[in-house]
């Protein structure tokens, strides 16, 4: 095993980056663009970071949702929690074999696993209470209604802006890792790890035992919680747009290219970040900076490998 010096780096793809949304969502699309997203992953490689890895599931785990929603009486009903676990798999194995491929061409060796990783939520986070993450499929009002009390789901909403209605299910925040020590062990190693894939599966502890929770854990905000546990210094997270903005969307729109952690927080503070999207990135930032994480680079797919030779992104840093 070639041994490698001591920075250490978090890697957190886009679910949205594996499934895009202007391609046909095959398994065989899902590769290629899995291959397509392993510039980063390379360059921190070949600047002699350990690495861990981590992988949003919003498309495919709404694929797994209607998977169990049609083979409903003829196959078990999966929990929630249980097609996240099993994504962890599915995504894992393919995001290990791509890299393992890649890194056999470029005649690099490192070992690469994927870890099912599960991650403790506090039952009284205020999202158990009220809900706020839409998943899944969109549905009629009348099917919405009638598989809500069919599958027992907590809440369903009609989508903002539109006649059709969505399942939504708690969001909690990420408090600890189970597999942590496990994870920095082997990143430790200089073995790549893939894990809490989907933002891990939100498990709660009852009477010292640990539980599966339907509901699911953002992955930025997951990858937060990985980087510090491993002690990380840099956080990459890879999404579908180049840099971060103020006032965007707007005239006044301004691309960040490097801002401290002081400037973050006060446009995160001002509103600039929408909850659904931009919004758990920087606060992943601001939470990774603050607890001793040096650097922070968000930037697309396309970039990453530029971004970490500071040539494209938007760098923030303590
Ligand atoms: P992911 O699947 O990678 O988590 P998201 O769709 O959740 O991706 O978040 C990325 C999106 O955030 C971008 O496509 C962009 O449209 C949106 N966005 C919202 N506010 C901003 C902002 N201030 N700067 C840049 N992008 C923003
Ligand atoms: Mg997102």
Do not use: E
């Given at each position: 095993m070639t041994k490698t010096n001591k920075k250490r780096a978090v890697v957190a793809l886009g679910g949205n980056a594996i499934?895009?949304?202007?391609?046909?969502?095959?398994i065989a699309n899902q590769f290629d663009n899995t291959v397509a997203s392993l510039g980063s992953i390379i360059a921190l490689i070949k600047h002699g970071y350990q690495l861990a890895i981590t992988h949003g599931n919003g498309p495919q785990v709404g694929n797994a949702l209607m998977r169990v929603e049609l083979a409903r009486g003829k196959a078990p009903t999966l929990p929630l929690y249980v097609c996240v676990a099993d994504l962890q798999g599915g995504m894992g194995y393919m995001i290990e074999q791509c890299l393992q491929s890649r890194l056999s061409e470029e005649k690099i060796k490192r070992q690469v696993v994927a870890l099912v990783t599960q991650v403790v939520v506090d039952e009284n986070d205020p999202d158990f209470q009220n809900p706020t993450k839409f998943i899944g499929q969109f549905y009629s009002k009348q099917t919405a209604l009638k598989l809500a009390r069919e599958m027992g789901w907590q809440k369903i909403v009609q989508f903002p802006g539109d006649r059709r209605w969505r399942r939504v299910v708690p969001s909690p925040k990420p408090i600890e890792i189970i597999e942590g020590d496990t994870i920095k062990c082997l990143v430790d190693e200089g073995t790549i790890v893939i894990a809490a894939g989907g933002g891990g599966i939100p498990v709660l502890r009852k009477k010292g035992k640990l539980v599966g929770v339907d509901a699911v854990i953002d992955k930025d905000r997951a990858a937060a919680v990985m980087a510090r546990e491993i002690e990380a210094e840099l956080l990459i997270i890879l999404t579908d747009i180049d840099q971060v903005a103020i006032n965007y969307g707007t005239p006044q729109q301004k691309w960040l290219n490097k801002v401290s952690l002081k400037e973050i927080a006060e446009h995160y503070r001002n509103g600039q970040f929408p909850p659904g999207s931009m919004g758990p990135k920087i606060e992943a930032a601001i939470s990774f900076l603050e607890s001793g994480g040096r650097q922070v680079i968000i930037t697309s797919i396309e970039n990453g490998y530029d971004a970490v030779r500071g040539k494209a992104g938007t760098t923030i840093v303590r």
């Open positions: 499934s895009m949304r202007d391609k046909t969502d095959t």
